[in-house]
């Protein structure tokens, strides 16, 4: 079942249309991951979401919500660039978050207290946030979205800024936190995405370009790739910039890598059968030829390119 529902969701800034009737459901219990390039739109999507920005068109709904409930009580949202009051405690930061929400002063205690803990930040809540790393800030903001207990948690980009051990920390934390509750997160990192997501949506220029379940999406456009590398000898390398340009039938795409091409190919035998015919007839010192099948990375650029 659908928790969210997006039907053509519009913005239209003065001159510009940010995003463009785009359309999705996320169900519920599952993690999906907002894709796409910078300004491609997944910011403006996610105001609109939490109700930070009015949209042009098109609607929002959760499913189950009373008609005239405020959509803001289901859920938490950390947003792309998380600011705090230096000042205060991180506990100090959550009380004040939940008695917004509405708790009373003795729930939103308790409820800080036990978020410290969720998150890695028992020990550190009486420290002031501005002695906290970058890490264990955006651990805070992940505290403080969920402080309502909300049935949907949205995150704008919850990794981008962050060191390779803050990185790590969080993604552990949204990793236990995504069989909770449903999770719709932005990011432009495909690994993060394919690690954490049951479901992807990519964005291109205000558009939806491609979405579905990673499985689903991954078995669509699954396709083999030929991986050559030679010795780099000048030989070989005046055959592959020739190969290049003149791409035979059969082979879609090709890139060259530093000594080497990588080829997307239609009919797998085939398109080996005519590459190795011509290593052999034109003696290029090959060092590797390899088989695999295109990544998200592919799909990503593909769906984005032709946007
Ligand atoms: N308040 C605004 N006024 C005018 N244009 C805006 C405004 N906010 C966003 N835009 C434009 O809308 C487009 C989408 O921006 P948005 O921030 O949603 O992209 P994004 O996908 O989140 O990018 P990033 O990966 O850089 O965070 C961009 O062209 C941006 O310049
Ligand atoms: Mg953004």
Redesign the pocket.
Known sequence: MALLTVDRLTKR??G?L?VDEVGFSVGEGRCAALL?P???????TIRMLTGLLAPTAGTIALEGMKPGQDRREWIGYLP?HPAFYGWMSGHEFLVCAARLCGLSKKEAAERSGELLERVGLGAAGKRRIAGYSGGMKQRLGLAQALIHRPKLLILD?PVSALDPIGRREVMTLLGELKSETTVLFST?VLPDAEELCDDILV?AAGRLAAGGSLAGIRERNRQPVLSLETEGDARSRAWLAAWLKRLPDGFETASATSTGARLVVRDLEAARRTVLRELADENVRVTKLEVGYTTLEDLFLKAVGSA
Do not use: I, L, R, S
């Open positions: 800034f003065e510009a940010a796409g910078n300004g491609a739109g997944k910011t403006t792309q980009e432009h964005m």
